[in-house]
T-cell receptor, first 115, second 113 residues
Framework: AQKITQTQPGMFVQEKEAVTLDCTYD???????LFWYKQPSSGEMIFLIY??????QNATEGRYSLNFQKARKSANLVISASQLGDSAMYFC????????????FGPGTRLSVLP | GAGVSQSPSNKVTEKGKDVELRCDPI?????LYWYRQSLGQGLEFLIY????????KSGLPSDRFSAERTGGSVSTLTIQRTQQEDSAVYLC???????????FGPGTRLLVL
């Protein structure tokens, strides 16, 4: 079964500094996708970044980058130059490769950006 | 519309009543997902549709929960004989196809008294 682990229930970072949110995953599939979502206090889920298992380059989207280490099965999210608006819950998720498997989310990390 | 929409945004009901939650996915998205999120918790997968069929119903917590999708578009999640433990935010998401980026609706906040 696929599983996502996020070991940091809460993180603090000073405004303008970089922060890394950890995500490890467990799967026996060779082809899969890894996703990060942000959920602010308003409750909406916002897609941030995607990494395919066969992508050789780490994904980047503006201030977001994904540190993908396939052998270690980790897909950490790096946020550079943190802003107050980055304070939110962050969920790591894995997209299914095989028919019938669920799209699995981790438990989330609550990030608080301090002024 | 431009994004996924859900209705109602909030629903308060009495224990034992039935409720229907609606999701309008992004036009052209073939995959549609329902999730449940209890207060302060992560997302719990409920059901997934590919077109109008639901190949994966494994996440439905009990036979009180059912869902359908018609015309490859709108989906309805029905909870019969609601219980207090059903209180949660019910999120709908759609994607162009299975396994691709999911775009979420604003959710329906259900409170069962």
């Amino acid at each position: 079964a696929q599983k996502i682990t996020q070991t940091q229930p809460g993180m603090f970072v000073q405004e303008k500094e970089a922060v890394t949110l950890d995500c490890t995953y467990d799967t026996s599939d060779q082809s899969y996708g890894l996703f990060w979502y942000k959920q602010p206090s308003s409750g909406e889920m916002i897609f941030l970044i995607y990494q395919g298992s066969y992508d050789e380059q780490n994904a980047t989207e503006g201030r977001y980058s994904l540190n993908f280490q396939k052998a270690r099965k980790s897909a950490n999210l790096v946020i550079s130059a943190s802003q107050l608006g980055d304070s939110a819950m962050y969920f790591c998720a894995m997209g299914p490769a095989n028919y019938g498997q669920n799209f699995v989310f981790g438990p989330g990390t609550r990030l608080s950006v301090l002024p | 519309g431009a994004g996924v929409s859900q209705s109602p945004s909030n629903k308060v009901t009495e224990k034992g009543k039935d409720v229907e939650l609606r999701c309008d996915p992004i036009s052209g998205h073939t995959a549609l997902y329902w999730y449940r999120q209890s207060l302060g918790q992560g997302l719990e997968f409920l059901i997934y549709f590919q077109g109008n069929s639901a190949p994966d119903k494994s996440g439905l917590p009990s036979d009180r929960f059912s869902a359908e999708r018609t015309g490859g578009s709108v989906s309805t999640l029905t909870i019969q004989r609601t219980q207090q433990e059903d209180s949660a935010v019910y999120l709908c998401a759609s994607s162009f196809s299975r396994g691709e980026t999911q775009y979420f609706g604003p959710g329906t906040r259900l409170l069962v008294l």
